[in-house]
T-cell receptor, first 107, second 114 residues
């Protein structure tokens, strides 16, 4: 069963912050985050393997709440290059993805 | 170390023809996933394979679609008797371990059925 992402779309001004949430009805053992730009392949951002784990990559970070079966992706001081569709992926046996969150950063 | 290679990048087929999509995983990766993506939509899981084994094909239509990952050579996604509704981008991803490491995506094959 695929995870659920929210919101479905976000429009930001450069420099603003955003949070993308990912939740599952089943226990999460790992959460993967990817970004896909239009017409391109998804690109790996980060993976969280343990409950309570937090990771950062430039000004993009993520947290993993194992008990709540949720993960959140935080984009701080957004840049134009952050625009794209963000997918969270969860693993039960295979890697399945949420429906995606379309992020558009405007100047 | 070359990335995940998919070919062809674009494929045009007439209704009723067969489409064969190839995916060569990264060196050392024995796990391959196939996904289908319609324009402006998400990545829909189709099938998960390890070398010579189909681990999970729950996302793949029972008819006309098949997948394999032989001991030697690329993984193949085969669509027989294609219909217009099969038009989509098909991505494969590979990883060295099940679920605990990142999966790397190929550039995709864009299938158009005319």
């Amino acid at each position: 069963q695929q995870p659920v992402q929210s919101p479905q779309a976000v429009i930001l001004r450069e420099g603003e912050d955003a949070v993308i949430n990912c939740s599952s009805s089943k226990a999460l053992y790992s959460v993967h985050w990817y970004r896909q730009k239009h017409g391109e392949a998804p690109v790996f951002l980060m993976i969280l393997l343990k409950g309570g784990e937090q990771k950062g990559h430039d000004k993009i970070s993520a947290s993993f709440n194992e008990k709540k079966q949720q993960s959140s992706l935080y984009l701080t001081a957004s840049q134009l290059s952050y625009s794209g569709t963000y997918f969270c992926g969860t693993v039960e046996r295979m890697l399945t993805f949420g429906g995606g969150t379309r992020l558009m950063v405007k100047p | 170390n070359a990335g995940v290679m998919q070919n062809p990048r674009h494929l045009v087929r007439r209704r009723g023809q067969e489409a064969r999509l190839r995916c060569s995983p990264m060196k050392g990766h024995s796990h391959v996933y196939w996904y289908r993506q319609l324009p402006e939509e998400g990545l829909k899981f189709m099938v998960y394979l390890q070398k010579e084994n189909i681990i999970d094909e729950s996302g793949m239509p029972k008819e006309r679609f098949s997948a394999e990952f032989p001991k030697e050579g690329p993984s193949i996604l085969r669509i027989q008797q294609v219909v217009r509704g099969d038009s989509a981008a098909y991505f494969c991803a590979s990883s060295p371990l099940e679920g605990k490491t990142e999966a790397f995506f190929g550039q995709g094959t864009r299938l158009t059925v005319v």
